[in-house]
């Protein structure tokens, strides 16, 4: 799950208008001043994402993260029904616009491209307006390249890169991967013309990552999609900054 620098405003800008609810609806889950009651076909570790992705973002646009913060996640068969308990007033002059773009977001990166149904609601989570979803296309450009999607595999190319080839990698980094939950990357090239693979993970994580799990990504990526041509493969932050870098086949005789 990863939202373009135009859908993070988006985001930020919804935060801002969610407030406090005062009583039990749901278990609950919370990361920092975000909370997310859960119940109805909601996991709890879906709603743990959701509280999670909230948060960064609040954090990093630099919203008020004092006052609590409340959603409710419910699930009617195959629909999610996100509840946010909202300041109305806020909300007199804002269209549904963005609200469309919120659920598109998180039915692309969290829920599994399930429908989202946005509600507003006060405190006690009284709904005051809701929103049926509406489907838009989130594979248009973003600042990280064009986007494509196999399974739970996202990535971004670069105007480098041709259609075919970039539908090969992700479906293949699918094929070979086959993650449970989103993961991200951005395919582009260098000046040299070699092929430049990232991965967005945890700085943490990335230290995880041992020389011979880089071989074989890099190895299977190129015998397989590259036709054997050399590849740089980089584990990043979810800017698409580097942490890591392999250069395959130039750092196997380091």
Sequence with gaps: MKASSKQLLILSFVLAIVLMACTDYGKKVKHGHIEVYYKDGITEEVAQ???????????????????????????????VLFRMVADKKKLEKLTDEPFIALANVFSDSLYKMAPVNVELTDENFKTFHHITFQKMDLSATTSFGNKVTSGNIELFCGEQIDNKTCNQLVEYLNTFIHPESVISFQFTMDENRVFVVKMVTQ????????????????????????????????????????????????????
């Design 203 to 254: 700085t943490d994580k990335a230290n995880d990552i041992t020389r011979d799990n880089l071989i074989e990504i890099c190895k299977n990526i190129s015998d397989n999609v590259f036709n054997s041509a050399p590849v740089t493969f980089q584990l990043a932050d979810d800017h698409f900054k580097p942490i890591k870098t392999f250069v395959y086949p130039s750092d196997l005789n380091k």
């Design 49 to 79: 994402k959701t509280a999670d992705l909230f948060f960064k973002i609040d954090k990093e646009q630099n919203n008020d993260t004092i006052g609590t913060k409340s959603i409710q996640l419910i699930k009617n068969s195959d629909t």
